[in-house]
């Protein structure tokens, strides 16, 4: 069976309580008529209730990150007990942000994706170089490094999506070329028949993420390997995220 898309809209640490209701509502509208792809979009937490309760349509709602611990005692947290229980079912985990601003390591990352899905969550999972690290020639040994971390702490490949996010493409307005994108994937879908199973490989969502817009996700989707989009800046405007999703249909 072909794989289905996937577009996922990481909002980021961005919105105020008017904006993130007004692109609710935009976007409500205009992904109403969208059907054959899965959809998600991730408020701040903070915002997480709101559009939790009024976003309309096909789009299910995830969280940006939780604590690997669960809940108790750990001071500015949000476990993933706290996000079932709300009713949010997908967490975005190992974003490079995280890494790199966080010093989130593999190893916490892997601790992070088992306790998701020991809870019952679905995650996004990320991985992806730097500029120096493409520059040296290490793209594939940074990405299945980073996925051997994931794919360890993985339970449920059905509850899995992994996001190909390379560090220099996002937020810098320099995609990746479809080529480029399509070598990554292969690779990871290489890695994951090898290391997992031919049959996970089939089925697993890889997703591109990194500059993606309107103008350019129809021939990144076109690529084989690439399942759908983990989109930054574009997914904070109703009209250009809708048309991403559309690319992919
Ligand atoms: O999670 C999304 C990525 O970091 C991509 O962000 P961007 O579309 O703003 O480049």
Request: hydrophobic content about 40%; overall charge negative; proline content about 3%.
């Amino acid at each position: 069976m072909p794989r289905s898309s996937f577009v996922g809209g990481n909002w980021k640490c961005n919105g105020t309580c008017n904006s993130v209701s007004s692109l609710t509502q935009s976007l409500s509208t205009t992904t109403s008529n969208i059907v054959g792809a899965e959809v998600v979009v991730a408020p701040s937490t903070l915002h997480l209730p709101f559009v939790f309760k009024n976003i309309r349509g096909p789009i299910q709602v995830c969280a940006q990150n939780i604590s690997s611990t669960g809940s108790g005692a750990f001071t500015g947290e949000i476990s993933a007990e706290m996000l079932h229980d709300f009713g949010i079912r997908w967490v975005i985990l190992g974003h490079s942000e995280r890494r790199k601003f966080y010093h989130e390591s593999d190893e916490l990352i892997g601790e992070k994706v088992r306790y998701a899905l020991l809870k019952k969550l679905s995650v996004i999972a990320c991985v992806g170089e730097s500029l120096e690290e493409r520059k040296n020639d290490e793209t594939t040994n940074v990405v299945t490094r980073q996925l051997k971390a994931i794919s360890d702490n993985v339970s449920d490949w059905s509850r899995v999506v992994i996001a190909y996010e390379p560090v220099w493409a996002i937020g810098t307005g320099e995609v990746a070329t479809p080529e480029q994108a399509q070598t990554v994937h292969e690779t990871l879908r290489e890695w994951i028949s090898k290391e997992v199973s031919s049959s996970v490989a089939e089925d697993v969502r890889i997703i591109y993420g990194g500059s993606v817009k309107p103008g350019n996700s129809k021939l990144l989707f076109e690529k084989a390997d690439i399942d759908g989009f983990l989109v930054g800046g574009a997914s904070l405007k109703a009209e250009d995220f809708a048309a991403i999703i559309k690319s992919t249909l």
